[in-house]
């Protein structure tokens, strides 16, 4: 799977965890330097506290449009150190 955003490739893995149809990427397998944090949070009920970057892309900045779980409950362990995409960003195969 890749997420691509303005023709980048933000992440790139054979190893995407879904939940509720959105690929969580390892984090090791996402290009960090797009990445930039946000101060954002949402409370989700069974997977905990989701905590956001935006995407940069030369100079071109998509808010919020990736979050991940520090510290999910139990019921969504396996999302813990990955990193999933919405906004526009592209998640293909």
Known sequence: MKAIWNDKVIAESDDTVVIEGN???PSEDVN???LTLSSTTTICPWKGTAHYYSVDVDGNLNEDSAWYY???????AEIRG?????RGVEVTD
């Open 82 to 86: 990955r990193i999933a995409f919405w």
């Open 32 to 34: 960090h330097e797009f």
């Open 70 to 76: 520090p510290d999910p409950k139990e019921a969504a």
């Open 23 to 25: 690929h969580y990427f």
